[in-house]
């Protein structure tokens, strides 16, 4: 079982949509989480930290369920500019990343 | 605020030679992540520096190495390339240990 599993996509949605991902993680024991948004042929850039009582920074609001080792992160209002892979993200405060392979978001016009 | 920036940006090796891969972190960060990402993959750690030591490893051979140095900037060596390490090799840097990180744009390695 890989440490990090995400749906692989593409999700392919209208300008304005709402369109959630969800990822879920295999060790009970990690402590932070992320989202990270990845362009294609660029470096990922943080999107958002992923706190215990679920957070919001504008458009989009991140979820963390521990008991289901589960986090979500929820996308309203699509823009197209929303377009690119989005990389959840698990750290065991140890001294590495566990990356998955990543959500693929298409927003059409 | 000077970001982290990685050198050169593309690169072409042929199989069994000896690549070098710089980074400079952004200022402030003394710790430098680096990782692997193959196509179509989630980026994986090779291992991290803090203050000059190895910090971690992942699951990568020893063929794979690094240094830090004192101002914060980082190498990433790899001898006896194979085709397999074709890949973007990402530099990421942060304040302290397990903080966010910040990443480089990159440096996409191509083996022949």
């Known amino acids: 079982r890989k440490e990090v599993e995400q749906d692989p996509g593409p999700f392919n949605v209208p300008e304005g949509a709402t369109v959630a991902f969800n990822c879920t993680y295999s060790?009970?024991?990690?402590?932070?989480f992320f989202w990270y948004r990845q362009d294609c042929r660029k470096e990922p850039k943080l999107l958002m930290s992923?706190?215990?009582s679920g957070n919001e920074d504008g458009r989009f609001t991140a979820q963390l369920n521990r008991a289901s080792q589960y986090i979500s992160l929820l996308i309203r209002d699509s823009k197209l500019s929303d377009s690119a892979t989005y990389l959840c993200?698990?750290?065991?405060?140890?001294?590495?990343?566990?990356f998955g392979t990543g959500t693929r978001l298409q927003v059409f016009p | 605020e000077t970001g982290v920036t990685q050198s050169p940006t593309h690169l072409i090796k042929t199989r069994g030679q000896q690549v070098t891969l710089r980074c400079s972190s952004q200022?402030?960060?003394?710790?430098v992540s680096w990782y692997q990402q193959a196509l179509g993959q989630g980026p994986q750690f090779i291992f991290q520096?803090?203050?000059?030591?190895?910090?971690g490893r992942g699951n990568f051979p020893p063929r794979f190495s690094g240094l830090q140095f004192p101002n914060y900037s980082s190498e990433l060596n790899v001898n006896a390339l194979e085709l397999d390490d074709s890949a973007l090799y990402l530099c990421?840097?942060?304040?302290?240990?397990?903080?966010?990180?910040?990443f480089g744009n990159g440096t996409r390695l191509t083996v022949t």
């Open positions: 990421a840097s942060s304040r302290w240990e397990n903080s966010p990180l910040h």
């Open positions: 060790n009970s024991a990690s402590q932070s």
């Open positions: 992923v706190y215990s």
């Open positions: 993200v698990v750290n065991l405060n140890t001294d590495k990343l566990i």
């Open positions: 200022s402030g960060h003394n710790t």
């Open positions: 520096y803090y203050r000059e030591e190895e910090n």
